[in-house]
């Protein structure tokens, strides 16, 4: 979290999110591509779910997305085609929970309570910015100062760099709500994705239910039944007349 904060981006409508267009009509189901990044480590059911959402629905209205999935200490950077082009270990709010405090973005960081150090869940209208020591960040809710950075080293006994390469996520929870990289994942992936406009950024909830805070629906599951049905009206053509009246 910055420590302190420049006028930037438009707020969320509400807490932890902001107007998402409508759904668009599609011929058929549409899922996220995790195949075109092979390198980085399977998702999570609920980046899954999220993901290809976001496909189907078109709730990122063309523009490049960012998954974090607070439960799994991970950010997932996808393109406008939904493929997925990279993920990272992130370091996290130390404490665990879902809202943001009113205010706690224009408070100093030594007022900040430890159990409001959260990083807020939602869907967020994202983009570059500048913080007052000039870093260049990206802003995720920028009311309550939490963005996604390069992860910071100035205090070393808090070892973030090391939080960041252990292959535990016990650890990943130190910061004060913003979400910290590697320096190379954020110049790399991070930064030309909001380069020359915004992004949607999807902060999964750890408390609570995914479906609630997005009003998301499953794909596969909606796809499944779609396909069950298809196979009833096939075997049973004149139940199917019956059921449509």
Same mark, same amino acid.
């Given at each position: 979290?910055?420590?302190?904060?420049?006028? #930037?981006?438009? *707020?969320?409508?509400?807490?932890?999110?902001?107007?998402?267009?409508?759904?668009?009509?599609?011929?058929?189901?549409?899922?996220?591509?995790?195949?075109?990044?092979?390198?980085?480590?399977?998702?999570?059911?609920?980046?899954?779910?999220?993901?290809?959402?976001?496909?189907?629905? *078109?709730?990122?209205?063309?523009?490049? @997305?960012?998954?974090?999935?607070?439960?799994?200490?991970?950010?997932?950077?996808?393109?406008? &085609?939904? !493929?997925?082009?990279?993920? /990272?270990?992130?370091?996290? #709010?130390?404490?665990?929970?879902?809202?943001?405090?009113? #205010?706690?973005? &224009?408070?100093?960081?030594?007022?900040?309570?430890?159990?409001?150090?959260?990083?807020?869940? #939602? !869907? @967020?209208?994202?983009?570059?910015?500048?913080?007052?020591? *000039?870093?260049?960040?990206?802003?995720?809710?920028?009311?309550?100062?939490?963005?996604?950075?390069?992860?910071?080293?100035?205090?070393? /006994?808090?070892?973030?760099? &090391?939080?960041?390469? /252990?292959?535990?996520?016990?650890?990943?929870? $130190?910061?004060? *709500?913003? $979400?910290?990289?590697?320096?190379?994942?954020?110049?790399?992936?991070?930064?030309?994705?909001?380069?020359?406009?915004?992004?949607?950024?999807?902060?999964?909830?750890?408390?609570?239910?995914? &479906?609630?805070?997005?009003?998301?629906?499953?794909?596969?599951?909606?796809?499944?039944?779609?396909?069950?049905?298809?196979?009833?009206?096939?075997? @049973?053509?004149?139940?199917?007349?019956?059921?449509? !009246?």
């Amino acid at each position: 979290m910055p420590p302190s904060v420049k006028l #930037g981006p438009a *707020g969320a409508d509400g807490v932890g999110r902001t107007a998402a267009p409508a759904a668009a009509a599609t011929a058929g189901p549409r899922y996220a591509d995790f195949d075109a990044d092979p390198a980085s480590p399977p998702p999570s059911a609920d980046v899954r779910h999220v993901a290809d959402w976001v496909a189907d629905s *078109g709730d990122h209205a063309g523009l490049g @997305f960012v998954i974090v999935d607070k439960q799994h200490a991970m950010v997932h950077v996808f393109d406008a &085609q939904a !493929r997925r082009v990279a993920a /990272s270990p992130a370091l996290l #709010g130390s404490a665990r929970a879902d809202h943001t405090v009113p #205010g706690i973005g &224009q408070r100093p960081l030594e007022q900040v309570l430890p159990e409001e150090r959260t990083t807020p869940a #939602g !869907r @967020f209208v994202a983009e570059r910015g500048r913080n007052t020591l *000039g870093e260049d960040v990206v802003w995720v809710d920028y009311d309550a100062a939490v963005s996604i950075h390069r992860v910071r080293t100035t205090t070393p /006994s808090e070892r973030r760099l &090391q939080r960041l390469a /252990s292959p535990t996520i016990d650890d990943n929870r $130190i910061s004060y *709500g913003c $979400i910290n990289v590697p320096v190379a994942f954020f110049e790399a992936h991070v930064a030309p994705l909001f380069a020359s406009h915004r992004a949607v950024v999807y902060v999964l909830p750890e408390v609570w239910p995914v &479906q609630a805070v997005f009003g998301s629906h499953d794909v596969r599951a909606r796809q499944a039944l779609a396909s069950e049905l298809t196979h009833v009206d096939r075997t @049973f053509p004149r139940l199917a007349i019956d059921r449509r !009246r």
